[in-house]
């Protein structure tokens, strides 16, 4: 059996946390204020002692290096935070289901072609909201050309949300007639039902690298992701996903962030958090 590595502060140096910083905003645009060197170093502390090495240099030097590619992606999912739950920010889904269903399900029958984007889906309650919210107001929607895009840095988080399945203790927030409508009870946990699990599909992405797809959304959900970000890549990632919003579509932000430049990128500000592309 082999004796786990013991780190101790000083095997965590003002030099390693500086190359931790410059590695979060280089591959994730992650902005690490000096305020969570501690946090970081709980964190990344589980990393080292997994890959059974002996300090934070050794650790950052593998991982920087052509064989570390892998461990790079799991540093990565080390530094971000999967904080949601079912229907969290619930005005975004009332309106989704009072505003926009009401447009798209007719446009749909006629041939539309369909999409929102949960833009960092994390442990899938976000999406899956969606999917409930979409399959409420519009029972047939599996009929018709309509697609979740569900994506998220983190490829565990992604791979547990694309499982379908939670504990009993994870349906918070999730009203009775949708659990009742839309899970099933599986050897002790729920599982969403076949025709649900046809809206949503789930992907690794980095929101700040290249995104392999094309086409325009009727909805983003970008909630609570830029909150991490500098300035300057958040106002970036801003017009990006404007760019990707269909005239008169929306996206929604989290309760916290606002669009600084939403003017700039042709989006209008309807509500607190929700914001409409100009037709």
Known sequence: MTNSITLSAPDYTDADFQLLQSIARTQAGICLPATKKALVYSRVSRRVREMQLSSFR???????????????EKLICALTTNVTGFFREVNHFDHL????????APALRKGKRGRIWSAACSTGQEPWSIAMTVAGSFPEIGNYDFRILATDINSDVVARAASATYAPDELEGI????RTSFLKLYDGAYRFSETLQRLPVFK?????????FHGSFSVI????????????TREALWKRLAERIEPGGFLYVGHSERVANAKLCGLVSIAPTIYQKEA
């Not at 690794?204 to 392999?212: E, G, T």
């Open 204 to 212: 690794v992405l980095n929101l700040n690298a290249a995104w392999p």
């Open 97 to 104: 289901r009072t505003v926009v269903m009401p447009e798209l």
């Open 221 to 232: 959900f970008c909630r609570n992701v830029v909150i991490y970000f500098d300035d300057e």
């Open 58 to 72: 050794e650790y950052l030097a593998f991982t920087t290096s052509p064989a570390g590619t892998v461990e790079m």
């Open 175 to 178: 009203p009775e007639k949708d």
